[in-house]
């Protein structure tokens, strides 16, 4: 039924000399679905509309502000973190949050508690009461509980000879525990052990006065020997440094003092 | 200037019948193999994004455990549907474009049936609990060399013939088809071999991950779909596609950005910081050669609005650009890293976009070529149009069910995850309505694939219509003599206008 | 457009991605410097390296296995990608007892031991960076509330473990009424059946190994000043 003006070569296939008949007609060699295709006609050469020119150019800008991001660091291997990086602050939440205050003892004695257990347990004992034949005892210790600039030495330095009670305990050296040692740790250790397995001594070890002991030692005439009994007799005094009230509130972390006394 | 093929319109039809009859195993094989595939893979995903809203459902069973079933679900999508429909198109395809017949088919249709064994191994393997843990590398580490050798061997004939095609322009279509081909193995080769055999990188394994993911994507599927588009649409319209300069930016585009793109997946992770605003600047830039696609081809089919109503093919090719051109402009605008794809790069937006790229886009115009393709390889019509209306109305649906909810709702989804002072149940209630959503769209995707897939294992039976006219959308008169269908041929071979 | 235009355009596109952005990143950072405390600045001396203890290679083929890697992510981004960090527990803890604020952002080496990091694709589940560190927090929460609640009716045998909570987790996410919104699908093929009436189901060592490699991620450890992004402390009063 259709009337197309030029004539449609499949109707008549006899006058193109090209086409064998026979193999034209046999439907093996010819589909009319492939016959009835349009042969792929190509592109045309119509230029980029401006609209579509419009988005892309919208698209590349942003493009561009997105790989501004990564300057300074572009084929940086190493950089796994954007240069100059401060960590933001949360929008909208007070972002400093503090502990609640302890008072300063509690604190000094807490942190001095985890230091004994890896320094000084394995000798002295979780107890503090030592074995009696190679360690002594520090309760109730009149070196322990005594003066603390003598106290500071003997774990600075260790000790050789007899103890507070005259007596040699073991082969009468304890090796000195200062190598290393800041003096925030000593005055944990020492805070922790005045107040603790039954001593009550009541007082606070600053740091200050932990350095004032650290500073003592450097300046003996034989700063790598241990201290002796006869030696220590020099020391018998208080660590200079201002006394702390042991009731002061303090943040746990930081160990500065906070708000108003107790 | 280009070489004239001085054949005539009878020539012409006893080469492509020719070229249709070398290759209608391979290519039959494909296109119903992967079918049943997307019947797999939908039913996993109905599946997971079931056990996403209802978490109690098939709770506890260590084959179907939700982790698995999404892994498997996805494996399927890709390499059995995706890859096979893929793989028909592209060989049919480029025998089309360059002319001559392939006569390889036996080696590649064995190809065919090792691929599918294993795909089925692979999949078993992720749900008995033998997968990878590397998102869409999932298949046991020894499946992947087994992969790309029946890759090869399905490939290396297609290659062959397009090396030694008959001099001339080439067509824009074959550049896409070319480039498809060559960028898959290069892909996966490179994905295998430093996540797999090298590895001792657990950070830019990751990144490699995620790099293929998106290669696959943006490097395999769309060039397909691009392909498979500029082909379908000057050869059904019988206008030449639009625009020669739109085309050769966007295959160039495309060529430049896809491989950077990838890496935006990690944005925050301890890699080379600037790796990830390279991908998301890529992944913004892929907008251009989706549209430049999207262009050339719409305004080449809508020039001939008669066919473009009447034509399955057109129409689902078309619906197919369309989603690319969404795909396109949504990732230009997900993945912008001080504002979008903080809240996109961890939601559901992502799972979004793999199905807008992977059913929306891609499958959409798989199913409008293989609506072209079939006939011509078992020399029948489609049996009904309204099977074929079913299966376009409910994938439509569907698909922008999917596109839209997840991609927006991923957005939600984010902005919950973001806001950090309300616990984690919140962020969960932002994603729930669209998983619900997302599991309806899947429902009405598989009961549209039900209909195709009737309706290919009929054409497959060679129970299609045994007609000169094809089987066409639209309505015709009543009283017109083609027929109340418009199905009746009353003037012989070759007088009814092509579709 | 000729082939050889066609090729040349091809290979230069992708191989120069290829090259800049896949083999050169693998490669180049394979190899993970170590990272030293500087003295004087940082408390602690030597090397930064953070060890992670537990079934990491048994636990972490579980993970990979059961795709927990679909709704999990083990990424603490820095401020500037997300806002990770400032979501409870997922970065470390703001007010931690012993050392205040310990919240980080991920480093390189909190993926070292690994095969593969598993960044996650999606989170419908929470963040798992400090997964580790959040089970403890509250297994002593529970455990000090119990004491409190039972006073002298307690004894240790009462007290709950990091494992046991996540035991119990896998096994049932929805148990706990608080946890009634998880859609996280139960692991219970990872769990013998109870031997008698009443008692708890075992864990298989597959749901062993997995609870080891999940209370391992406790990646809020102090970190070199170089590496460390807090800002600066305003100067004390």
Not at chain 1, 191 to 210: H, Y
Not at chain 3, 128 to 146: C, F, Q
């Amino acid at each position: 039924m259709s009337a197309s003006s030029t004539p449609n070569p499949n109707s008549r296939p006899d006058l193109d000399d090209t086409i064998n008949v026979t193999t034209a007609h046999n439907s093996a060699s010819m589909t009319a679905a492939a016959a009835r295709e349009n042969r792929n006609p190509g592109s045309n050469k119509e230029p980029l509309s401006i609209a579509t020119f419009a988005v892309c150019a919208v698209i590349f800008i942003i493009c561009g502000s997105v790989i501004g991001n990564a300057s300074g660091g572009f084929f940086s291997y190493n950089t796994t973190i954007k240069p100059e990086y401060v960590r933001g602050k949360a929008p909208g939440v007070a972002d400093d949050v503090a502990l609640p205050p302890k008072p300063i003892l509690n604190v000094y004695v807490k942190k001095g508690q985890s230091l004994y257990s890896a320094k000084c347990n394995g000798c002295h004992g979780a107890d503090g009461k030592g074995d009696g034949a190679n360690y002594p005892s520090l309760v109730g210790s009149s070196w322990s509980t005594g003066h603390t600039e003598r106290f500071a030495q003997v774990i600075l330095n260790g000790l050789q000879g007899p103890t507070s009670t005259g007596k040699v305990y073991g082969a009468g050296v304890m090796p000195a525990q200062g190598g290393g040692m800041s003096a925030q740790d000593l005055a944990f250790i020492m805070t922790f052990i005045r107040n603790s397995f039954g001593n009550t001594v009541g007082d606070v070890v600053s740091p200050e006065m932990a350095q004032a002991a650290i500073d003592i030692a450097a300046k003996r005439s034989n700063p790598a020997a241990p201290v002796t009994a006869e030696e220590l007799k020099a020391h018998e005094k208080d660590l200079t440094g201002e006394k702390m009230d042991p009731t002061t509130l303090v943040d746990p972390i930081t160990f500065k003092p906070v708000g108003a006394k107790k | 200037m280009s070489q004239e093929i001085k054949q005539s319109a009878e020539q012409d039809a006893i080469l492509r019948t020719t070229i249709d009859r070398s290759l209608r195993h391979p290519v039959m094989f494909f296109f119903t193999s992967g079918a049943a595939w997307l019947a797999v893979s939908l039913i996993l995903g109905i599946i997971a994004t079931a056990k996403m809203v209802s978490p109690e459902f098939m709770d506890g069973c260590a084959w179907f455990t939700q982790g698995r079933v999404f892994a498997a679900h996805i494996s399927t999508l890709v390499y059995g549907w995706g890859c096979q429909a893929a793989f028909g198109v592209l060989i049919w395809l480029i025998a089309r474009l360059t002319r001559q017949e392939n006569r390889a088919s036996g080696i590649i249709l064995a190809a065919g049936h090792a691929w599918n064994l294993l795909i089925a191994v692979g999949t078993f393997s992720i749900l008995a609990g033998y997968g990878t843990g590397v998102p869409w590398m999932e298949f046991p580490t020894m499946i992947w060399p087994a992969l790309l050798l029946t890759y090869s061997l399905i490939a290396i004939w297609t290659m062959i013939q397009f090396r030694v095609r008959t001099p001339g322009e080439v067509f824009v279509s074959q550049w896409f088809a070319v480039g498809a081909l060559v960028w898959f193995p290069w892909l996966v080769a490179t994905a295998f071999v430093l996540v797999f055999c090298v590895g001792g990188n657990p950070l830019m394994s990751a990144g490699v991950a995620a790099w293929f993911r998106s290669g696959i994507t943006y490097l395999f599927f769309l060039p397909t779909a691009a392909a498979a588009a500029y082909y379908l649409a000057p050869k059904i319209s019988g206008r030449p596609v639009h625009s020669y300069s739109l085309s050769l930016i966007g295959f160039w585009v495309l060529a430049a950005v896809g491989p950077w793109a990838g890496m935006q997946k990690l944005a925050g992770a301890p890699i080379p910081f600037f790796l990830p605003y390279m991908g998301a600047a890529a992944a913004v830039l892929i907008g251009i050669p989706t549209i430049a696609i999207a262009v050339s081809t719409l305004r080449t089919m809508t020039s001939e609005p008669g066919k473009f109503a009447s034509s399955p093919a057109l129409r689902f090719t078309a619906t197919g650009v369309v989603c690319m051109l969404i795909l396109g402009i949504s990732s230009s605008l997900t993945n912008l890293p001080n504002s979008t794809l903080q809240l996109t790069q961890f939601s559901i937006t992502q799972y979004g976009m793999d199905i807008l790229a992977i059913y929306g886009s891609f499958s959409f115009v798989m199913f409008g070529a293989m609506y072209f393709i079939v006939p011509r390889i078992t020399r029948r019509e489609w049996l009904s149009k309204r099977l074929i209306k079913l299966h376009f109305l409910f994938s439509m649906y569907g698909v922008i069910a999917v596109a839209v909810l997840s991609v927006l709702g991923g957005m939600l989804h984010g902005i919950g995850q973001e806001d950090f002072k309300f616990t984690w149940d919140s962020a969960v209630a932002h994603a729930y309505p669209y998983q619900m959503a997302t599991l309806i769209a899947w429902c009405f995707v598989l009961f549209s694939n039900f209909f195709f897939f009737v309706h290919l294992l009929l054409m497959w039976m060679r129970l299609g219509r045994r007609s000169s006219h094809p089987t066409l959308l639209g309505h015709a008169h009543i009283d017109s003599p083609h027929g109340p269908d418009g199905d009746i041929d009353n003037a012989g071979p070759g007088s009814v206008i092509a579709h | 457009m000729t082939l050889r235009t066609f090729t040349f355009g091809m290979i230069a596109s992708f191989g120069s991605a290829w090259l800049f952005a896949v083999v050169l990143p693998f490669f180049k950072t394979r190899d993970v410097k170590p990272v030293y405390f500087a003295d004087g600045i940082d408390e602690k001396t030597g090397v930064y390296f953070p060890k992670r203890t537990g079934q990491i290679t048994n636990g972490a083929k579980v993970y990979a296995q059961n795709g927990c890697y679909v709704c999990h992510t083990q990424v603490v981004r820095p401020t500037y990608a997300g806002n990770d960090i400032h979501r409870d527990g997922w970065a470390g803890f703001k007010a931690d007892p012993d050392r205040g604020d310990t919240r980080r952002e991920s480093n390189v080496f909190d993926y070292q031991g690994e095969e593969f990091a598993q960044i996650g694709i999606m989170r419908i589940g929470p963040d798992l960076s400090n997964v580790g560190s959040r089970y403890e927090k509250t297994a002593i929460a529970l455990n000090e509330l119990n004491k409190t609640k039972l006073g002298d009716a307690w004894n240790d045998s009462m007290k709950t473990s990091p494992e046991a909570l996540l035991l119990e987790h896998l096994y049932n996410p929805r148990n706990k009424p608080s946890m009634r919104w998880s859609t996280c699908p139960s692991v219970r093929f990872l769990f013998n059946e109870p031997a008698r009436e009443g008692l708890a189901p075992s864990p298989k060592p597959e749901a062993r190994a997995l609870v080891g490699y999940l209370l391992s991620m406790k990646k809020n450890d102090t970190v070199p000043a170089s590496m460390n992004y807090a800002p600066p402390k305003p100067a004390a009063q």
